[in-house]
């Protein structure tokens, strides 16, 4: 069976959702200066990087397809979190997060010939008081070191998360409802009977 998509991310979370919606994508990852402009809104920052991304991965060779690029952010403030830098980065975002709520954007672009769209997703995490020690014990784990905001809601980040207003898999990485009214506008409708999901 050919591909229908390219997933411009090496993430394994984003590839094993697109898996649980049984689609057929190639991996091309995109890297891109991931960096907000002075002034620049947490929303805006995701739909551009998203947008870049699918949009680097294209330039490769993969015009064919359509091509999906993906950002998520955490944010507290206003302030875009990003990925911890270091040990004592790490643990520093986990106590600021600390029994307080925060937003996650989570942004998809979708890139085939000439069109292109983005679609952002915004959900709202609470956690609950995180110690100095377990956000020490956390960060032993190994598991946030490459997550946006220091955690990852799928593994054992959970532990600290109280409750969650939006969408779940938006906070995982890629926001499922927005992916699929993309793909269904470019041809793939991942609920369509097997024979009818491709491109036109």
């Known amino acids: 069976m050919k591909d229908q998509l390219v997933l411009a991310s090496r993430s394994p979370r984003r590839q094993e959702l697109l898996r649980q919606l049984g689609l057929r994508f190639a991996v091309n990852p995109a890297d891109v200066a991931e960096s907000a402009t002075a002034g620049e809104p947490a929303a805006d920052y995701a739909r551009r990087v998203a947008l870049e991304k699918a949009r680097a991965a294209r330039a490769r060779g993969t015009a ?3 091509v ?6 955490v944010v507290l403030d206003g302030e875009i979190l990003g990925k911890p830098t270091d040990r004592n ?9 600390s029994g307080r709520a ?6 998809v672009a979708l890139v085939h010939g000439d069109r292109e ?6 959900s709202e995490v609470e956690f609950g008081p995180v ?3 377990a956000a020490a014990a956390y960060w032993d784990t190994g598991e946030p070191a490459d997550k946006a905001g220091g955690y990852a809601i799928q593994g054992l980040g959970a532990a600290f998360v109280r409750g969650i ?7 995982v990485g890629l926001p499922i409802f927005e992916t699929c009214e993309l793909l269904r506008a470019s041809g793939i409708d991942v609920l369509a009977p097997e024979g009818s999901r491709s491109t036109p």
């Open 131 to 133: 110690t100095p020690q």
């Open 102 to 107: 925060h937003e996650v954007y989570s942004a």
């Open 165 to 171: 207003r939006g969408s779940y898999s938006g906070i």
């Open 68 to 73: 999906l690029g993906a950002d998520t952010d």
């Open 117 to 122: 769209a983005v679609r952002l997703s915004v």
């Open 64 to 66: 064919a397809l359509p």
């Open 89 to 97: 980065h790490g643990i520093a975002l986990l106590l600021r997060l």
